[in-house]
């Protein structure tokens, strides 16, 4: 009787002890868990506070016979335990995956903006060096303005300022020439108006197919002296330059400033004018086109020439404007 009760006092002692190491260890798992949990929590909402994800634990299915006690209190907040932790493995490898993807996104994004920095840089470098070279062809691929953007023909070109007084009409210069040769045969008209002087020396410069030579005489008037009537003149010709040695965005620009800055110039019809034509070789859309040429006969449809209100309607049937 004795070492009966003996026996039993020792399995009492025996599983009270293996009870308490149980519930030891599933202190520290619980511990470990609510860490995890909440680092992940911090990786989801990480400005948010106060948010969480309550885990959602799906009970097991019994398959015990009804009447059969499930377990003891240990064993089923065992599995309880267990459940969060591979709901947590879970989380943590969507989340995981949501950063891959993300970081993707970042690096895809990145390489687009070198890509696009780069053609960009690629075109104002031709831009630049369209600018500094001289002898450029005045012919661009995909034209579909006509003549209406290169100077006009023999008898509808503007005439040339006539020469003040004191000079002589500028020798055409030789084609076999050299630059500087071609240049130098360009007379510089000197009338003491200095703005009247580089207006007519940059339409020279113009007329002799010296785009570079020309862009930096008219956009000296224009910088200079923008208060006179030439500054309007000196502008919108920067624009026809460019335009004609195959720069349309420059154009663009040149043209576009002359018209916004000094709408009461003289040449701002012109200007508005071979503004389509630029936005035409930009391959703009026709949109954008008719809306310039609306703007254009609202405003100064009385003062265009004929040549000009010809093309602005043949400009208009081209892109279909309504």
């Excluded at 240990?74 to 309880?80: F, M, S, Y």
């Excluded at 949501?98 to 990145?110: C, M, S, T």
């Excluded at 005439?159 to 002589?168: H, K, Y």
């Excluded at 002087?197 to 005489?217: C, I, S």
Aim: charged share 25%; glycine share 8%; hydrophobic share 35%.
């Amino acid at each position: 009787m004795r070492f009966l009760l003996a026996a039993t006092a020792m399995a009492i002692v025996f599983g009270a002890g293996t009870a308490q190491a149980q519930d030891s260890a599933l202190s520290g798992r619980v511990d470990r868990l609510e860490r995890e949990m909440r680092a992940v929590q911090r990786k989801v909402f990480p400005g948010g506070a106060g948010q969480t994800v309550e885990p959602q634990i799906t009970p097991e299915t019994s398959t015990s016979v009804p009447g059969t006690p499930s377990g003891t209190p240990l064993i089923d907040l065992t599995q309880r335990v267990t459940a969060i932790e591979e709901q947590l493995r879970t989380l943590t490898g969507q989340v995981e995956q949501g950063q891959y993807r993300l970081r993707q996104l970042e690096d895809a994004f990145a390489a687009y903006k070198r890509g696009t920095d780069a053609r960009i840089k690629g075109i104002e470098d031709r831009a630049t060096a369209n600018a500094a070279l001289g002898g450029e062809d005045t012919t661009v691929p995909g034209d579909t303005a006509g003549a209406a953007i290169r100077p006009p023909a023999t008898g509808t070109r503007p005439a040339t300022p006539p020469p003040a007084a004191g000079t002589t009409t500028p020798a055409t210069p030789k084609p076999t020439g050299t630059r500087a040769q071609q240049v130098a045969a360009i007379e510089k008209p000197n009338t003491g108006d200095p703005a009247e002087d580089g207006y007519t020396y940059g339409f020279r410069l113009w007329q002799a197919k010296l785009y570079p030579e020309a862009r930096r005489e008219l956009e000296a008037v224009a910088t200079k002296y923008p208060t006179h009537r030439r500054a309007s003149y000196s502008q919108n010709l920067l624009g026809r330059a460019y335009l004609d040695s195959g720069a349309p965005s420059l154009a663009a620009v040149a043209f576009y400033e002359n018209y916004k800055k000094n709408p009461k110039g003289e040449r701002a019809p012109d200007s508005l004018y071979y503004l389509a034509q630029a936005l035409i070789k930009l391959k703009k859309p026709a949109t954008e086109v008719c809306k310039v040429y609306t703007e254009l006969d609202q405003l100064y449809g009385d003062k265009l020439s004929i040549e000009m209100k010809t093309g602005v309607a043949e400009g208009r049937a081209s892109q279909k404007c309504k």
